[in-house]
């Protein structure tokens, strides 16, 4: 029988980092993925048992058929995917360059684009897929100078998450959207330099873990805001 993990991205630092460690606590079985080897390799030391890791540049096609491989060799099923890596540019927008905003969109929308087709065939009955988009990319909400390509490309995945909802929910796969507000992590302080975020990865993290694990049993196709103020 082919053993149920966690999939998520973006896990070697920040709110990735901290969700995978939350879940391993749950006794969940994680599949850690980034690119940086030594980072995954210190959050597996944290519980080896239940945390493993394939290191991947998602803007890489040939290193995304490293998480193809594990998944046949192992013989796992994806019971969720949080797909939580992400990348910003904070510029002015007179400054932005069309490498800016392509950077934006194949780091943003693209990887989660191509992960997701790559991983359909492995995914459970009845999994959820989580993307994590941002206060941002939310219609309606604050909008910050320097922002506009990362707050696009964030708008862009959370439309997408509602069209895969569609499309897979004949599959029995859910899929919503997490917004984010402001967390304490480096992308935080790229976006606000000098400015303090009101909640800690280790929370958020309790959050996500919490909705991966049982928010499609009540919604599916959701873009929901997650954030205690501005930005
Ligand atoms: N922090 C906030 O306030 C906030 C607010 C709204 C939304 N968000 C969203 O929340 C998510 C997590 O943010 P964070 O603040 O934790 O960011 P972070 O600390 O910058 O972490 C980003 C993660 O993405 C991974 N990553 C980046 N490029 C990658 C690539 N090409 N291939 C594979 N992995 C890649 C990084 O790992 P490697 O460098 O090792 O590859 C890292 O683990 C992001 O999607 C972000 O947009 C954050």
């Not at 998450?161 to 917004?179: F, P, Q, R, T, W």
């Not at 009101?198 to 954030?227: C, R, T, Y």
Request: with cysteine; charged share 20%.
């Amino acid at each position: 029988m082919s053993k149920k993990v966690i999939l998520i991205t973006g896990a070697s630092r920040g709110v990735g980092h901290a969700t995978a460690r939350y879940l391993a606590g749950q006794k969940k079985q994680v599949l850690a993925t980034a690119r940086s080897q030594l980072l995954l390799e210190e959050l597996k030391a944290t519980d080896p048992r239940r945390i493993d890791y394939v290191a991947c540049d998602l803007l890489d096609t040939a290193s995304l058929q490293k998480i193809i491989d594990y998944i046949r060799d192992q013989n796992v099923e994806i019971s969720a995917l949080i797909h939580n890596a992400g990348g910003l540019v904070n510029k002015p927008f007179r400054q932005l360059t069309d490498q800016d905003w392509t950077a934006m969109w194949e780091m943003n929308v693209l990887s989660a684009v191509r992960l997701l087709r790559a991983l359909l065939p492995f995914f459970a009955k009845k999994a959820h897929i989580v993307t994590i988009g941002s206060m941002g990319g939310f219609q309606g909400s604050s909008k910050y100078p320097g922002l506009s390509a990362y707050s696009t490309s964030k708008g862009a995945l959370s439309i997408w998450s509602e069209c895969m909802a569609a499309e897979l929910k004949n599959d029995g796969i859910s899929v919503n959207c997490l917004c984010l507000g402001a967390v304490q992590t480096e992308m935080f302080s790229a976006a606000f330099p000098g400015m303090k975020a009101p909640v800690k990865p280790d929370d958020m993290a309790q959050f996500i873990g919490d909705f991966a694990l049982s928010g499609h049993q009540f919604m599916n196709g959701k873009v929901l805001p997650v954030a205690l103020g501005d930005p």
